[in-house]
């Protein structure tokens, strides 16, 4: 199994509206990782997580919540978002956590997020 | 810190032509590199990776890649394309104390023309 599986696929959601996505792997990988793709742009870096703990967060605004609940599962809560968070939001994961080199990353199909 | 520049930022061949898209990296440690293709409605696929040794690198799909440490370049080759081959290309690299922070590229549109 070399899958990531990303829930749901598309979301809408008004500016005051709590949501989550969620993200799941089964291949013993030790880091998880969300990016954010705008349309013709490159995955932008938001956060990694290496053996469950926040290890990067790149700046990213407080409206964005990871939560890593255990070695298989990765959540980003959503609340308070404007519209220009709207994007392509990818879950990957690696073998290696941090510090270790020699590891590539899989990715998810995404969630496509419209924020109204 | 570690960046990744991809010159073309979009490219229209025939069929049959040869590619070759351009990756440049700028970081003085050890690196891995990698490309991974995105073809429309699709998510992010691993086409190939360098970590070390050869430093000419077969993927999938007859895509290849050569790692100059001199040019701190990583372009990509295919002696043929197909129009299955259109979609965007990304370089990323990840190395050194950023072990976990893969940085792409800001990408190539590839375009065949059946």
């Known amino acids: 199994d070399t899958e990531v599986t990303q829930t749901p696929k598309h979301l809408v959601m008004g500016m005051t509206n709590k949501k989550s996505l969620k993200c799941e792997q089964h291949?013993?990988?030790?880091?998880m990782y969300w990016y954010k793709q705008k349309a013709k742009k490159p995955p932008e870096l938001m956060f990694v997580y290496s053996y469950e703990k926040l290890s990067i967060n790149e700046s990213v605004p407080s409206r964005f919540s990871p939560e890593c609940p255990n070695s298989s599962l990765l959540n980003l809560h959503l609340h308070a978002l404007q519209p220009e968070d709207s994007a392509l939001y990818l879950c990957?994961?690696?073998?290696?956590?941090?510090?270790?080199?020699?590891?590539?990353?899989?990715f998810g199909q995404g969630t496509r997020l419209t924020v109204v | 810190a570690q960046s990744v520049s991809q010159h073309n930022h979009h490219v229209i061949l025939s069929e049959a032509a040869s590619l070759e898209l351009g990756c440049n990296y700028s970081?003085?440690?050890?690196?891995?590199l990698f490309w991974y293709v995105q073809y429309p409605g699709q998510h992010l696929q691993l086409l190939l990776k360098y970590f070390s040794g050869d430093p000419l690198v077969k993927g999938i799909k007859g895509f290849e890649a050569e790692f100059i440490k001199s040019k701190f370049s990583f372009n990509l080759r295919k002696p043929s394309v197909q129009w299955s081959d259109t979609a965007e290309y990304f370089c990323a690299v990840n190395g050194g104390s950023s072990a976990s922070k893969i940085i792409f590229g800001s990408g190539t549109r590839l375009s065949i023309r059946p």
């Open positions: 970081y003085g440690g050890t690196v891995n």
């Open positions: 291949m013993g990988h030790r880091a």
């Open positions: 990957a994961s690696s073998q290696a956590g941090v510090g270790q080199r020699n590891t590539e990353a899989f």
